[in-house]
């Protein structure tokens, strides 16, 4: 079987069985797309289950190299890679052929960029404009999508993934986040009270089971429009650039923190599987510290 044939056969177990995001399975058909092209031209010849079979880590390393050569940085890298890796897996599961030349490269490591929190002051400022709109029932949607992002410190998908029938909220909401994990969040006062106010502003009838935010038409509300609310609530109050719904998730975590919380309580309440996921938040947290240190202790500047 050819190798393009081959690559169809694994998106589509990466999307009903793993059920990959839209996103990550374009990603990853790209990356394995290219991987078969460049093979193509550097083993001359189709690149089928035998050709597969038969590459060795120098041949990959060729074409992580080709792509480095074409810009790509170390977090693109890591993705090709993991790309790859996932094929061979699937190929190998499903009995095609076994070869473990794509787990022996070494993957980047990528240096993750410390998240941009927004101060108290700002995330309070944020909260009270989002409700701000000339129309009502869209300035109540405004509110309590920001107030949920950031008083339960969800991801934009999660929250964008509430249905009618979660409110009114009691005392806790249980999400279901990445790699279909549930978790349960305590509901802040704030928090229930903008949700209750949005919901019972909504003009269009829905059943418990039709989404919770709503677009201006009636439709579910999307990721690009959230993030078109915040760009908006950028413009309106100067934030930087960083002030992106998922700054709020960062800035919930962050506030947290500064505000005596542990490390273990931040990790549950975000859906962290890793601890050393959570830990950027404390790299963050002294960073902060360092730099308030510099302008108010006396021998700082010594």
């Known amino acids: 079987m050819g190798a393009d044939a081959l690559r169809k056969n694994w998106l589509a177990a990466l999307a009903h069985e793993r059920r990959a995001s839209p996103h990550t399975l374009r990603a990853y058909g790209d990356d394995v797309a290219r991987f078969i092209g460049f093979q193509a031209g550097h083993i001359g010849g189709a690149v089928d289950e035998k050709a597969l079979a038969k590459l060795t880590p120098a041949d990959i390393r060729a074409f992580i190299t080709a792509r ?15 790309a790859v890796r ?11 052929l076994e070869n473990a030349a794509a787990r022996s490269i070494r993957t980047p490591r990528v240096r993750r ?14 909260l009270v404009q989002a409700g701000e709109h000339n129309v009502e029932w ?9 107030t949920l992002l950031y008083g339960a410190g969800l991801r934009i998908s999660e929250a964008l993934g509430l249905k009618r029938g979660d409110v ?28 209750n106010d949005y919901a019972a502003k909504i003009p269009f009838t829905g059943a418990p089971s039709a989404a919770l935010f709503l677009s201006r038409r009636g439709l579910p509300m999307s990721a690009r429009e959230a993030q078109s609310l915040m760009q908006t609530m950028r413009g309106r109050l100067g934030l930087p650039e960083k002030a992106t ?17 542990d490390l273990r309580s931040v990790q549950e309440l975000l859906g962290h599987a890793s601890l050393s996921t959570t830990q950027i938040y404390t790299a963050m947290d002294t960073r902060q510290l360092l730099e308030t240190y510099s302008r108010a202790h006396p021998r700082a500047k010594g």
């Open 68 to 82: 480095r050569q074409e810009g790509l940085g170390p977090g693109g890298v890591q993705r090709a890679l993991a």
């Open 86 to 96: 996932s094929f061979y897996k699937f190929l190998a599961k499903e009995g095609v």
């Open 113 to 126: 960029p410390l998240p941009r929190p927004l101060s108290t002051d700002d995330a309070a400022r944020l």
């Open 138 to 146: 869209l300035g109540a949607r405004d509110a309590a999508l920001l």
């Open 168 to 195: 009114p909220l009691g005392a806790t909401l249980t999400v279901i986040g990445k790699g279909r994990k549930e978790r349960s969040i305590p509901v802040l006062p704030l928090v229930a009270a903008a949700l």
């Open 245 to 261: 719904p998922h700054a709020l998730r960062h800035s919930f975590a962050t506030h947290i923190l500064q505000g005596g919380g």
